[in-house]
């Protein structure tokens, strides 16, 4: 495997972990990101559950 000359600079949670990844990153499909800083990236799933939370009420304003 050849060395990136561009990695990606973003933070990544890995809910499967529970660690923050940033240059060395597991698999794709076991993260939640990128976010812009390592602070940020801790609070994945806090953000995740706030997103789910306002989707679900634009849902339910769509619906009635």
Same mark, same amino acid.
């Given at each position: 495997? *050849?060395? !990136?000359? =561009?990695?990606?600079? /973003?933070?990544? +949670? =890995? ?9 060395? #990153? /597991? #698999?794709?499909? $076991? ?5 812009? !800083?390592?602070? *940020?990236? #801790? ?8 997103? *789910?939370?306002?989707? $679900?009420?634009? !849902?339910?304003? +769509?619906? $009635?």
């Amino acid at each position: 495997m *050849t060395e !990136d000359p =561009n990695p990606d600079q /973003g933070w990544y +949670f =890995n809910p499967r972990t529970h660690q923050v990844e940033h240059h060395d #990153r /597991g #698999r794709a499909s $076991d993260l939640l990101g990128p976010y812009p !800083d390592e602070q *940020t990236a #801790r609070r994945a799933l806090e953000i995740a559950a706030e997103r *789910t939370r306002q989707a $679900d009420a634009e !849902d339910a304003e +769509f619906d $009635d």
